[in-house]
């Protein structure tokens, strides 16, 4: 009882005395950022306009140098207001790694998020908190164990369908290829796979039309290419809300209603033939394909409604992600040929060559030093996920941010949106070296990062498909550079800034154009 009453009266005495409590914790408030506007409209316009040039992770970058330049110091967490609502921004690692891990408790993904993405992804695990987020990763987690995810065999068939399409001419040459469209037809195709049962195979379309039959593949791959153009169109939408914070509804055209409803027939059909299928079905079926995560997933739930949400999910995570690590690794490779040439003569020594390959397995690759380097360098300087946010679900602290030094703690009441960046953060000089900036993959060398590095997050939600990616783009880019000995922009490719399309994920705003040369056997 007595502990009760204390909880009782320290909650009442917290929430009606905000500044008592913060000044007994020592907190200060974080600079502000004075460039919002009338109610933070000036704020959302910026935003916009950083969207439409495709550019918005430059844009948190030179928000944040404009607030350094006015703190005069590394002003790394400061507080913005938009729309009414406060909120903060923040890149320093100690902040994130408290949100994420040290004060996990006080900090959820917040019912704003959920009311925006449930739209499109239902109950899942990218919206979930408290309970019911255990309950999803538990169920998720048996999924990504190691004898799971390393099904090179799998991976080897979709690939061998990218390098169909990517037919060298009389010069050894390819054509002019749009290698990201290819990267997401793969990613597409395997994780399809791994999740259905059943690829969409929608690299293959292409060769049922050069055969001019009604291809087999034909209906499956319309589906998907519906699929697609309506998920991308729906994260689309998903970012734009997001803009918006807690006035995420105001954002609801007709498009993305009409997106939601085709991208829910996609996944109904899958769920409905996994409910379908009795045990003997499967059992006659092992054999024809390896593990398959619907249905596992369906031997533990028969709700068709958490069933869609989960692979839906999943399937945002499994696809974007993975095609988008690959083609900023290409579009890198593009303008430093010396790192190419290192990684191709690494990818040789190590793993043979394309028609003689030998050991590529999930440790080796896993053990490829250069290999693994270049991953991280590209999901540094070019992270898959940019932006995120937490939400206080209790009053709380951020540990550092406040006062004129930006040292102290920050009290945040319950319910603020912290929004924080790993794009800003994984370029920042002060963290990096004055080199931060470029791409070196050796930088890797030798350095165990900490809180300062965060492409898959940390703590409690870590990413639970980090093993799974990374095994699926080493091997894809070892079978690649086995095959193809060298690189060439497309004649566009080179031009101008580089530019980011970004949605919930960030790929190259430009389709990463270049042509492959065969390497000779
Ligand atoms: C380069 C590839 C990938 C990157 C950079 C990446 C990054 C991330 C990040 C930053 C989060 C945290 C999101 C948040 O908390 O708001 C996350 C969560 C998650 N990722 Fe990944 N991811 C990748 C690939 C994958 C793949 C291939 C899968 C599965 C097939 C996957 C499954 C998940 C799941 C289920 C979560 C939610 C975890 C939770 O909330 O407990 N990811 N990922």
Redesign the pocket.
Known sequence: IYKLVSVVTEKRRHSAHPTVKAKELGCQDAAFYPNGGFLGFKSIKEMQAADKAKLFPDFMIKRQDFMSGLTGRVCSTFRISLLGQTMYFTSDPKNIQAMLATQFADYD?GPVRRANMSQTLGNG??VQDGKQ?EHS?AL?RPSFVREQISDLELEERHVQNLIDVLKPQQDGWTAETEIQTLFFRLTIDSATEFLFGESVDSQLVEADSALRTPGKHAKRATDELAFSKNFDSAQRHMAQRFRLGDMYWVHNPKEYKENNRIIDEFVKHYVNLALKKSTSEKKAEEGRHGYVFLEALAEQTRDPKELAAQLL??LL??RD??AS?LSWLFNQLLRHPAVFATLRATVVETFGTYDDPRDITFATLKGCQYLQYCLSET?RLW???PG?SRRTNKPTTLPRGGGPKGEDPIYLPAQVEVNYSIHVMQRRKDLWGEDADEFKPERFQGRRPGWEYL???GGP?I????Q??LTE?SYVVVRLLQKFDRIMPGAHELEGPITSNLTLTNSPGKPVTLRLHEAKA
């Open positions: 993904l695990i990218f987020w990763r998720l999910n999943i995570a499994g992600t993975t690590l999901l992270t898959v996920v995120n492409p898959f997050n939600r990413c639970i498909g980090q799974f990616a783009a």
